[in-house]
Protein backbone atom coordinates (compact mmCIF):
# COMPACT_ATOMS: atom_id res chain seq x y z
CA UNK A 1 0.00 0.00 0.00
CA UNK A 2 1.06 3.68 -1.18
CA UNK A 3 1.54 6.36 1.72
CA UNK A 4 2.33 9.64 1.53
CA UNK A 5 2.90 11.60 4.03
CA UNK A 6 3.85 15.25 4.82
CA UNK A 7 5.33 17.46 6.76
CA UNK A 8 7.17 20.98 7.43
CA UNK A 9 4.28 23.34 7.36
CA UNK A 10 3.82 25.89 9.94
CA UNK A 11 4.09 29.22 10.56
CA UNK A 12 5.90 31.69 8.60
CA UNK A 13 6.43 35.49 7.68
CA UNK A 14 6.81 37.39 4.59
CA UNK A 15 9.83 36.81 2.39
CA UNK A 16 10.88 33.86 4.94
CA UNK A 17 11.15 30.29 4.07
CA UNK A 18 10.07 26.86 4.54
CA UNK A 19 11.08 23.44 3.54
CA UNK A 20 8.29 20.70 3.48
CA UNK A 21 9.08 16.88 2.59
CA UNK A 22 6.81 14.69 1.48
CA UNK A 23 8.01 10.86 2.65
CA UNK A 24 6.82 7.76 0.45
CA UNK A 25 6.32 4.72 1.21
CA UNK A 26 5.64 1.85 -0.97
CA UNK A 27 6.45 0.16 -4.37
CA UNK A 28 8.95 1.53 -6.72
CA UNK A 29 9.49 5.12 -5.46
CA UNK A 30 12.60 5.68 -7.47
CA UNK A 31 10.81 5.41 -10.62
CA UNK A 32 7.70 7.23 -9.82
CA UNK A 33 7.22 11.32 -11.02
CA UNK A 34 6.15 13.02 -7.62
CA UNK A 35 4.47 16.35 -7.56
CA UNK A 36 3.38 19.14 -5.58
CA UNK A 37 0.16 20.67 -5.71
CA UNK A 38 -1.70 23.20 -2.98
CA UNK A 39 -5.47 24.36 -2.19
CA UNK A 40 -6.86 27.60 -0.57
CA UNK A 41 -10.56 27.07 0.82
CA UNK A 42 -12.94 28.05 -1.40
CA UNK A 43 -10.30 27.02 -4.46
CA UNK A 44 -9.45 24.82 -6.94
CA UNK A 45 -5.95 22.99 -6.43
CA UNK A 46 -3.34 24.38 -8.06
CA UNK A 47 -0.37 22.74 -9.12
CA UNK A 48 2.93 23.99 -7.66
CA UNK A 49 5.87 21.69 -8.57
CA UNK A 50 6.52 18.57 -10.37
CA UNK A 51 10.46 16.36 -10.55
CA UNK A 52 10.89 12.81 -12.29
CA UNK A 53 13.08 10.21 -10.68
CA UNK A 54 15.97 11.34 -12.40
CA UNK A 55 15.81 15.29 -10.99
CA UNK A 56 13.92 16.74 -14.27
CA UNK A 57 11.44 19.41 -13.16
CA UNK A 58 9.21 21.67 -13.63
CA UNK A 59 7.01 24.78 -12.02
CA UNK A 60 4.43 27.01 -11.87
CA UNK A 61 4.82 30.12 -12.95
CA UNK A 62 3.71 31.64 -9.86
CA UNK A 63 6.44 29.76 -7.79
CA UNK A 64 9.77 30.15 -10.16
CA UNK A 65 12.78 30.63 -9.15
CA UNK A 66 11.20 30.68 -5.49
CA UNK A 67 10.47 27.08 -4.47
CA UNK A 68 13.00 24.20 -5.57
CA UNK A 69 11.98 20.38 -5.55
CA UNK A 70 13.97 17.93 -5.20
CA UNK A 71 13.91 14.20 -4.19
CA UNK A 72 16.51 11.80 -2.58
CA UNK A 73 15.39 8.35 -4.02
CA UNK A 74 17.70 6.66 -1.41
CA UNK A 75 15.14 8.01 1.25
CA UNK A 76 12.02 7.48 -1.08
CA UNK A 77 11.65 11.79 -0.04
CA UNK A 78 10.64 14.58 -1.91
CA UNK A 79 11.23 18.06 -0.72
CA UNK A 80 9.88 21.40 -1.45
CA UNK A 81 12.19 25.05 -0.80
CA UNK A 82 10.07 27.67 -0.47
CA UNK A 83 12.05 31.04 -0.33
CA UNK A 84 10.98 34.54 -0.11
CA UNK A 85 6.92 33.21 0.72
CA UNK A 86 4.07 35.79 0.20
CA UNK A 87 0.77 35.56 1.46
CA UNK A 88 -0.72 33.90 -1.83
CA UNK A 89 1.79 31.20 -0.66
CA UNK A 90 0.13 30.29 2.95
CA UNK A 91 -1.80 27.51 1.82
CA UNK A 92 -2.08 23.65 2.34
CA UNK A 93 0.27 21.75 0.09
CA UNK A 94 -0.42 18.15 -0.88
CA UNK A 95 2.07 15.94 -2.21
CA UNK A 96 1.57 13.58 -4.76
CA UNK A 97 2.50 10.33 -7.01
CA UNK A 98 2.49 9.36 -10.15
CA UNK A 99 2.78 5.80 -11.50
CA UNK A 100 4.72 6.52 -14.73
CA UNK A 101 8.13 8.62 -14.72
CA UNK A 102 6.78 11.31 -17.04
CA UNK A 103 6.06 14.62 -15.18
CA UNK A 104 2.31 16.12 -15.13
CA UNK A 105 0.93 19.07 -14.17
CA UNK A 106 -2.64 18.51 -13.40
CA UNK A 107 -4.00 16.79 -10.36
CA UNK A 108 -5.81 13.87 -12.25
CA UNK A 109 -2.66 12.73 -13.69
CA UNK A 110 -1.32 11.19 -10.14
CA UNK A 111 -2.23 8.28 -8.66
CA UNK A 112 -1.48 9.08 -4.79
CA UNK A 113 -2.09 11.86 -2.68
CA UNK A 114 -1.26 12.94 0.86
CA UNK A 115 -3.31 14.48 3.77
CA UNK A 116 -1.60 17.78 3.54
CA UNK A 117 0.02 20.11 5.45
CA UNK A 118 -0.61 23.40 6.18
CA UNK A 119 1.65 26.67 5.46
CA UNK A 120 0.23 29.76 7.63
CA UNK A 121 0.99 33.71 7.37
CA UNK A 122 2.40 35.03 10.63
CA UNK A 123 1.99 39.03 11.29
Known amino acids: QVQLVESGGGLVQAGGSLNLSCKYS????????MGWFRQAPGKEREFVAAITWSGGNIYADSVKNRFTISRENAKTTVYLQMNSLITDDTTVYYC?????????????????WGRGTQVTGSS
Open 26 to 33: GRTFSTYA
Open 96 to 112: AGRRVTDLAIVGRGYDY
